[in-house]
């Protein structure tokens, strides 16, 4: 069984990113991955949802800050999946402070966590979490995972577990176009919200930097992508605010390494 809904801690040009149409080593043929009707609905609309305070190793703050962003994703989502004529499931969260099994799983190294059978994502509010979170990381956490909800309720999610490969290569690179699509449909919802966020550019750049910084390329299991790839797709994400720039499922193999 593939693990899938992991998140590792969270500008390269947009020029990078610019023709997803190449052929890739392992292409994708299958149109519920590649021509899903998530792409189809345009740009997702604009809203307000403003930061709750927060403050370092406060689990109650945090919680009620991952609340209100997690509130302001079913909302906006919803309501971009009625006007793409999808049916919608509202997400579940959870929050734990020590590690536990999840979804049948050891919980790993994630901060993070989706299951899909649960339609449920589980935060991991522990002191490396919390030392430091008055950044975007927080943010951008519910929403990454949020983004392995649509996946489920698109059903790419089944389509890429039920996808052959031949080998652990392929297997690996499936599973970055998972992650980074979803890391990219953050950068969508980030994108729509921009405006009513108290936030300047700098705090952007900073969270991208921190996405560089984030990559498996020195690990030995490479299914989650390179850093300067993570923060690619979130920045693509979130300069067009449309699930139509995060079909990573028609992108060349060299955009999802």
Not at 128 to 145: R, V
Not at 157 to 171: F, I, M, Q, V
Not at 178 to 191: H, K, S, T
């Amino acid at each position: 069984m593939r693990i899938t809904g992991l998140i590792c801690g969270v500008v390269l040009s947009l020029a990078l990113l610019g023709n997803t149409a190449h052929a890739t080593t392992y292409p994708i043929r299958d149109r519920v991955l590649t021509a899903n009707k998530l792409y189809s609905a345009g740009e997702l609309q604009a809203s307000r949802c403003t930061e709750r305070k927060v403050k370092p190793n406060d689990v109650a703050l945090a919680k009620s800050y991952l609340t209100k962003v997690f509130n302001c994703l079913n909302t906006s989502w919803g309501a971009y999946f009625k006007r793409a004529g999808l049916p919608f499931s509202p997400a579940a969260i959870g929050f734990i402070t020590k590690k536990k099994r999840f979804c049948g799983e050891a919980w790993g190294g994630a901060a993070g966590k989706y299951c899909p059978a649960e339609r449920r994502f589980v935060i991991l509010l522990d002191k490396d979490l919390l030392a430091d979170p008055s950044d975007l990381f927080l943010f951008g956490l519910a929403a990454h995972e949020y983004g392995h909800h649509l996946q489920n309720i698109t059903g790419i999610d089944r389509a890429y577990e039920e996808h052959p490969y031949s080998g652990k290569n392929e297997l690996n690179e499936q599973s970055r176009r998972g992650e980074l699509q979803a890391e990219c449909l953050a950068g969508v919802f980030i994108g729509s919200v921009w405006d009513s966020l108290d936030r300047t550019e700098e705090d952007w750049e900073y969270m991208l930097d921190v996405q560089r910084e984030s990559g498996d390329e020195h690990t030995k299991v490479r299914d989650h992508g390179k850093g300067r790839n993570i923060a690619a797709w979130l920045n693509r994400g979130f300069e067009a605010v449309s699930p139509a720039a995060c079909n990573t499922w028609a992108a060349s193999s060299a955009k999802v390494s």
